[in-house]
């Protein structure tokens, strides 16, 4: 539905006495604490942004939405307080009818030191799903008639979602817990390996364990999506041919346009789709770079797109950008091993070179990033039925398929 989405002035925890119920930290208030930037366009490309805004249903299939304290002195104290901020305000200013929300995943650190523990997990979704139960601008998403909804009234489809299986061990059972709290999609490993597989860190691929099998299995049973945007090649590998249903790349790039560990080859990227499968593009800091654009910025970004859409067709791309309200290059720096930061970012033999940015230009936010994508297609002359494709309709398409 374009710009002016719901929003009646809710803060997040609202409903309970700040300083008394909990404690009160300095987030960023500022929808982007860096210069903002929007692709710019001519006139008449203004008004079609606008109109396909309202008209195509914009889905990112791995997002961040909350808000980050100005101190990051502060910053695991605040996630161990558990009382993650969703940037309401901000997101009612957004282009997206839809959003997957990873929560905290490895910066859940609540009832431990290292995080991915099942007590952290059911902690931090607990509390953010009974803040947004609070509030009516953003909705709780199981179905995909609740994405229809959203984007005819006005609001955003929040889709629960875990980037990694760490915190189910060996019990299957979690699978179907998780989901009976609202979370649709989860990845089966993320940098780490786990019971299920191996993560794209590791320097042996031991692709998809037995147990992993059965929990493929059982995520097809129960209807929930998976997605191995973190997981090793050869996991990616056998768990698309282990699943009945396509799977996602929920937050990737081309590895054959930079050389790291944290994007995706070629031949898994084909599997994914010849599935049919959807590669959402990556936008964290220091990912979708290229040797034409190894300064991170929304043209190295679509940069990853296109050559995406050129390998596997339209049909199978969308984008899942990564971003957040906050310092996100401040925040890898202070969780590089626990989000395996510096071990995912390396090359098969060597890392590429590269100059750190401090943000993602045009990329660097939830809010800015819905805009500019669109804005990028328009500017590129995309025909509106490839941009409604990218934008949701891919994403519908598999949901529609997975879900329950």
């Given at each position: 539905?374009?710009?002016?989405?719901?929003?009646?002035?809710?803060?997040?925890?609202?409903?309970?006495?700040?300083?008394?119920d909990f404690r009160e930290f300095k987030l960023i208030e500022r929808e982007n604490p860096f210069e903002p930037f929007l692709v710019p366009l001519s006139e008449a490309k203004e008004v079609r942004v606008t109109e396909?805004?309202?008209?195509?249903?914009?889905?990112?299939?791995?997002?961040?939405?909350?808000?980050?304290?100005?101190?990051?002195?502060?910053?695991?104290?605040?996630?161990?307080?558990?009382?993650?901020?969703?940037?309401?305000?901000?997101?009612?200013?957004?282009?997206?009818?839809?959003?997957?929300?990873?929560?905290?995943?490895?910066?859940?650190?609540?009832?431990?030191?290292?995080?991915?523990?099942?007590?952290?997990?059911?902690?931090?979704?607990?509390?953010?799903?009974?803040?947004?139960?609070?509030?009516?601008?953003?909705?709780?998403?199981?179905?995909?008639?609740?994405?229809?909804?959203?984007?005819?009234?006005?609001?955003?489809?929040l889709i629960a979602a875990q980037e990694g299986a760490a915190m189910i061990e060996n019990e299957l059972d979690r699978i179907e817990i998780l989901y009976g709290i609202g979370i649709r999609a989860m990845g089966i490993?993320?940098?780490?390996?786990?019971?299920?597989?191996?993560?794209?860190?590791?320097?042996?691929?031991?692709?998809?364990?037995?147990?992993?099998?059965?929990?493929?299995?059982?995520?097809?049973?129960?209807?929930?999506?998976?997605?191995?945007?973190?997981?090793?090649?050869?996991?990616?590998?056998?768990?698309?041919?282990?699943?009945?249903?396509?799977?996602?790349?929920?937050?990737?790039?081309?590895?054959?346009?930079?050389?790291?560990?944290?994007?995706?080859?070629?031949?898994?990227?084909?599997?994914?789709?010849?599935?049919?499968?959807?590669?959402?593009?990556?936008?964290?800091p220091h990912t979708t770079l290229t040797e034409k654009h190894p300064h991170h910025d929304v043209e190295s970004y679509m940069e990853h797109f296109e050559y995406v859409k050129d390998l596997v067709g339209i049909d199978?791309?969308?984008?899942?950008?990564?971003?957040?309200?906050?310092?996100?290059?401040?925040?890898?720096?202070?969780?590089?091993?626990?989000?395996?930061?510096?071990?995912?970012?390396?090359?098969?033999?060597?890392?590429?070179?590269?100059?750190?940015?401090?943000?993602?230009?045009?990329?660097?936010?939830?809010?800015?990033?819905?805009?500019?994508?669109?804005?990028?297609?328009?500017?590129?002359?995309?025909?509106?039925?490839?941009?409604?494709?990218?934008?949701?309709?891919?994403?519908?398409?598999?949901?529609?398929?997975?879900?329950?």
């Amino acid at each position: 539905m374009g710009t002016g989405k719901r929003y009646s002035g809710y803060k997040a925890f609202d409903y309970l006495k700040r300083g008394r119920d909990f404690r009160e930290f300095k987030l960023i208030e500022r929808e982007n604490p860096f210069e903002p930037f929007l692709v710019p366009l001519s006139e008449a490309k203004e008004v079609r942004v606008t109109e396909l805004a309202e008209s195509c249903i914009i889905i990112s299939l791995h997002e961040h939405p909350h808000l980050f304290p100005v101190d990051l002195d502060e910053m695991k104290i605040y996630d161990k307080e558990g009382r993650i901020f969703t940037a309401y305000d901000h997101l009612a200013s957004s282009y997206w009818d839809a959003l997957f929300d990873n929560f905290q995943d490895g910066t859940a650190i609540i009832t431990s030191k290292e995080g991915w523990k099942w007590s952290d997990v059911i902690y931090d979704v607990g509390m953010r799903l009974c803040d947004l139960a609070h509030q009516d601008g953003v909705i709780k998403c199981e179905r995909v008639d609740q994405i229809y909804e959203a984007h005819a009234s006005g609001q955003i489809a929040l889709i629960a979602a875990q980037e990694g299986a760490a915190m189910i061990e060996n019990e299957l059972d979690r699978i179907e817990i998780l989901y009976g709290i609202g979370i649709r999609a989860m990845g089966i490993t993320y940098s780490e390996s786990n019971a299920l597989g191996t993560g794209l860190k590791e320097v042996k691929d031991g692709g998809l364990t037995s147990f992993g099998h059965r929990a493929v299995e059982r995520m097809n049973e129960v209807g929930m999506a998976i997605d191995c945007a973190h997981a090793s090649p050869q996991t990616t590998l056998d768990t698309i041919e282990a699943s009945q249903h396509p799977i996602f790349l929920s937050h990737t790039g081309a590895r054959a346009l930079w050389n790291i560990k944290r994007l995706a080859p070629d031949d898994v990227l084909k599997a994914c789709a010849g599935k049919g499968g959807v590669i959402g593009i990556e936008a964290a800091p220091h990912t979708t770079l290229t040797e034409k654009h190894p300064h991170h910025d929304v043209e190295s970004y679509m940069e990853h797109f296109e050559y995406v859409k050129d390998l596997v067709g339209i049909d199978h791309v969308g984008f899942g950008p990564d971003t957040l309200y906050g310092d996100h290059v401040g925040l890898h720096h202070i969780y590089s091993d626990a989000l395996s930061i510096d071990a995912s970012h390396e090359g098969e033999s060597s890392a590429p070179a590269f100059e750190e940015v401090d943000y993602v230009k045009g990329m660097e936010n939830p809010t800015e990033a819905s805009k500019n994508i669109l804005r990028w297609l328009v500017a590129h002359d995309y025909a509106d039925k490839d941009i409604a494709k990218a934008l949701g309709e891919n994403a519908i398409r598999v949901l529609k398929e997975v879900w329950a």
